[in-house]
């Protein structure tokens, strides 16, 4: 290769990652727009913040269950029988709820619910962060064709649309969430 060879594609190689930067690097307002539209960033939840999670279910082949930290801070499902719970699955469990993204919001009349799947819901969590009342309690609806899910929060009159992975994420059984563990060391 000669001298100018190397000039020519070294000239390229300096163009092509002067474009890259300047046309393909993510706008830093874009990514906390969107951050912004996140469960947690619209509902102020903090997912080590959570003492408490009750999961109920429309379809009655799965049992409504409930999850609370003990007072070591250590996952247990205490209904519908108490065992020690499976730690990463709760975790993963909140991360899936808490990230996804909003994202439509519709503003609906009260008696609309049923035709969305929202009275009575497919799920409805209850989130306690401390108190004897839950702090959220979220329905998750029917299925969209876009690939979303009509959700709410129970005490709001806005529906919006979120990842319709949300009703896999928390269709859970007691058996799902209970550890496995025979000795915790």
Avoid at 102 to 109: A, F, G, I, S
Wanted: hydrophobic share 35%; no cysteine.
């Amino acid at each position: 290769m000669n001298f100018k060879t190397t000039i020519m594609i070294l000239t390229a190689f300096i163009l092509l990652a002067g474009a890259y930067f300047l046309f393909f690097q993510p706008d830093p307002e874009t990514e906390s727009k969107s951050d912004q539209q996140k469960i947690r960033v619209v509902y102020a939840l903090d997912k080590d913040k959570i003492r408490q999670i009750r999961l109920s279910f429309k379809d009655e082949s799965y049992q409504p269950l409930t999850l609370a930290k003990n007072p070591d801070g250590v996952w247990q499902l205490t209904d519908p029988f108490t065992a020690d719970a499976d730690e990463p699955k709760i975790g993963q469990m909140l991360r899936d709820l808490l990230e996804k993204k909003v994202k439509r919001t519709l503003d609906l009349e009260e008696t609309d619910l049923a035709s969305y799947g929202l009275q009575p819901p497919k799920v409805q969590i209850e989130l306690w962060t401390e108190g004897e009342s839950p702090t959220k309690i979220f329905l998750i609806g029917n299925k969209t064709v876009d690939y979303s899910v009509y959700a709410k929060e129970k005490s709001e009159l806005q529906v919006f649309l979120i990842e319709s992975s949300a009703l896999d994420d928390l269709t859970k059984s007691p058996s799902d969430l209970r550890s496995r563990n025979i000795f915790n060391f």
